[in-house]
């Protein structure tokens, strides 16, 4: 849970201590405990307070089991013993409460498991081999730590231009075709749809994590993430919109850390208002891919963003996705103007297909995923291509990814300068 390692305790942990509230709970728990090998003398009596008393002056154990019965307010409580219980303690919870509300708050808390009470053998054994699982898990980032990191974040130059569509994509094509564990952090806060494309719950994890950043630890990081997968998990939030969100960001940068520890990827779908609120997100991030769309407004921002990394994190390598392209030439902008003004190459042109768009929304099923024999689509498989190929190849010559050789910056200009000499055919004003 959140209290600081402390290494001189841990090195004496037990593997199982209990704090239960009365005598029929502690019989039934005693030979589960000699089963599992563990000493059924470290069951004590006291419930959750005498949890809280003794774990502020000793080690955590690796497995604790604690029984709410006594709690007046139990989340409340579990947050007070999560700030005394050290970081890699499985923790199950036990009580009489039969409310599937407080088991998902616990849940999402921490909390490995709720067992209601009168306690179960078989359900007992149960949780606690997977408690022994969770704990002999080798964590996903150790198997592959020669690998760096890779962080992309997504972001659109205007809204509806498709940057959760490619997100997603991305996500999934690193996950599905590269084959490495992959986390889709969507902070779109209040409207994100990074679990509804993956036809899941968004859960409460991502605004658990903003309303309590100190809770955040790897073990929140496993219970908060929805799986869509085996190697791709989502933070996502569907956040209620009579509330704005209360953060001063310490919650989104404390999440890529621990997302990076536990994770080989990590991809942010990243709104423009949060790049301009939280500009220190982009801090860890080696690749940014720009998704817009061929019109006048979204050539002034792809300018303005584009300028805001250059300034801001020179060291992020930027990938330019047109996307949405109408077929027929019917442009607000032409694809050679549109480069002109931003002064750069579009690296990739993703058709209109909204054929494959409705398709996967039906499925509840990535772009990339549904459009996977569509040809127009193949750039989808080529930007995740790019982006592994970018950060891994930043840790062999870190230089090169300070570069930018694909970014003509020489010219410079005034926006308004660079928008004029735009060719654009727009209707002329009646006078
Ligand atoms: N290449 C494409 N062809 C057809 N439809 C597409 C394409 N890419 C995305 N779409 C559709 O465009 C719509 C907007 O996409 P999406 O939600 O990804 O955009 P966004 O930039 O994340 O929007 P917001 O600003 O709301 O976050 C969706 O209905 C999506 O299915
Ligand atoms: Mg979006």
């Known amino acids: 849970m959140n209290a600081p390692f402390s290494p001189g305790r841990t090195a004496h942990r037990e593997p199982f201590v209990a704090f239960v509230c009365d005598e029929a709970t502690a019989e ?240 942010v779908d990243l709104p423009r208002t949060m790049l301009v609120n939280y500009p220190h997100l982009i801090t860890d991030v080696q690749v940014a891919v720009l998704v817009t769309e061929l019109t006048l407004a979204a050539a002034r921002d792809a300018i303005r963003i584009l300028s805001w990394f250059k300034s801001n994190a020179p060291h992020t390598q930027m990938i330019v996705v047109a996307n949405r392209v109408p077929a027929g030439g019917q442009l607000e902008i032409s694809r050679k103007d549109f480069e002109g003004s931003i002064e750069r190459k579009i690296d990739y042109l993703i058709p209109y297909d909204p054929k494959t768009a409705v398709q996967a929304a039906k499925l509840g099923k990535p772009l990339a995923e549904a459009g996977k024999s569509v040809k127009g689509l193949a750039p989808l498989a080529e930007i995740a291509e790019r982006v592994i190929a970018y950060t891994d190849a930043a840790e062999d010559a870190p230089k090169d990814a300070k570069g930018k050789s694909k970014v003509d910056t020489g010219k410079g200009g005034s926006l308004l300068g660079r928008l004029s000499s735009l060719s654009i055919k727009l209707p002329s004003k009646k006078k």
């Open 28 to 267: 039934s728990l005693r030979p589960i405990a000699i089963e599992q090998g563990w000493n059924p003398e470290k069951v004590n009596k006291g419930g959750l307070r005498n949890a809280v008393q003794t774990l502020s002056v000793s080690a955590s154990p690796n497995v604790l089991l604690v029984d709410l019965s006594e709690s007046g307010d139990p989340l409340n409580d579990i947050n007070a013993l999560a700030e005394v219980c050290e970081p890699g303690t499985v923790v199950i919870a036990t009580g009489q409460v039969n409310d599937v509300r407080l088991y998902r708050d616990l849940v999402a808390s921490g909390i490995q498991d709720y067992l209601l009470k009168p306690l179960n053998p078989d359900v007992l054994r149960e949780t606690f081999v997977q408690a022994q699982a969770a704990l002999s898990a080798p964590k996903q980032a150790d198997a592959t730590s020669e690998r760096p990191h890779c962080a992309v974040a997504v972001i659109g130059t205007r809204g509806g231009v498709g940057a959760s569509t490619l997100a997603t994509s991305i996500s999934w094509l690193l996950s599905e075709k590269a084959g490495r564990s992959t986390a889709l952090l969507d902070l779109d806060v209040h409207f994100g749809t990074g679990a509804l494309a993956l036809d899941l719950e968004p859960g409460r994890g991502l605004t658990d994590a903003i309303e309590n950043p100190s809770r955040i630890d790897g073990l929140f990081i496993e219970r908060a993430m929805v799986k869509a997968s085996d190697k791709l998990a989502v933070l996502s939030a569907e956040a209620p919109i009579n509330s704005p969100v209360m953060t001063d960001g310490a919650a989104f940068f404390q999440l890529q850390e621990e997302i990076r520890g536990a994770f080989e990827c990590t991809v």
